[in-house]
């Protein structure tokens, strides 16, 4: 069983910055690829970028590609999302997760076992 807690959302002017954090519980952390999904009001839920169980690997699709950095702290049982140049697209609610063994890559959203609770970023122009 894990548990995932994000934090650091918040409200932010286009070309600003946000850091999500994700923190686990539990001490299988470090067996699970993690990843994160947004979902804007209105739209269904999508993937936003995903991270290997080492850290090693990392997916970013082109909307958030040279903007978005995921990184991972086995350590501290940790995920983060470091968003920068924000557009107001990228207004959504954010949620990490943690994708069961022999998922794909990136992990599709029903490979993704335990959620967070989601966390608001909203963008204004």
């Known amino acids: 069983q894990v548990q995932l807690v994000e934090s650091g959302g918040g409200l932010v002017q286009a070309g600003g910055s946000l850091r999500l954090s994700c923190a686990a519980s539990g001490r299988t952390f470090s067996s699970y690829r993690m990843a994160w999904f947004r979902q804007a009001p209105g739209k269904e839920r999508e993937f936003v970028v995903a991270i290997s169980r080492t850290g090693g690997s990392t997916y970013y699709p082109d909307s958030v590609k040279g903007r978005f950095t995921i990184s991972r702290d086995n350590t501290k049982n940790t995920v983060y999302l470091q968003m920068n140049s924000l557009k107001p697209e990228d207004t959504a609610v954010y949620y990490c997760?943690?994708?069961?063994?022999?998922?794909?890559?990136?992990?599709?959203?029903?490979?993704?076992?335990?959620w967070g609770q989601g966390t608001q970023v909203t963008v204004s122009s």
């Open positions: 997760a943690a994708a069961r063994y022999g998922s794909s890559w990136p992990p599709l959203q029903y490979e993704c076992d335990y």
